[in-house]
């Protein structure tokens, strides 16, 4: 129902930059979270920044400051523009897409994930 393409990920050094998108397609509510999540080795996912479709943001601690999560409406494409990379940030990345109404999420959908590797 719902189609995540990635895109932006890659090998940069410590304190550099990257930007990863997300191209959403499908049937997407009008009351929706986008967000990504990563994925270290042997570590549980974790949110790393979410944002509403009124462009509210959250960021994990770790990140914030760091990371800037965007989203354009038209285009149903969020993005990632990661700063001041850390070698702890090296993970899998994932796009998610929840669907909600007005009381539940209806829908929880996800990309196949982009390697972000960062090097020292």
């Known amino acids: 129902q719902v189609q995540l393409v990635e895109s932006g990920g890659g090998l940069v050094q410590a304190g550099g930059s990257l930007r990863l998108s997300c191209a959403a397609s499908g049937r997407i509510f009008s009351i929706n979270v986008m967000g990504w999540y990563r994925q270290a080795p042997g570590k549980q996912r974790e949110l790393v920044a979410a944002i509403t479709s009124g462009d509210r943001a959250t960021y994990a601690d770790s990140v914030q400051g760091r990371f800037t999560i965007s989203r354009d409406n038209a285009k149903n494409t969020m993005y990632l523009q990661m700063n001041s990379l850390k070698p702890e940030d090296t993970a899998v990345y994932y796009c998610?897409?929840?669907?909600?109404?007005?009381?539940?999420?209806?829908?929880?959908?996800w990309g196949q994930g982009t390697q972000v590797t960062v090097s020292s």
């Open positions: 998610n897409v929840r669907n909600q109404n007005l009381l539940r999420t209806v829908g929880d959908y």
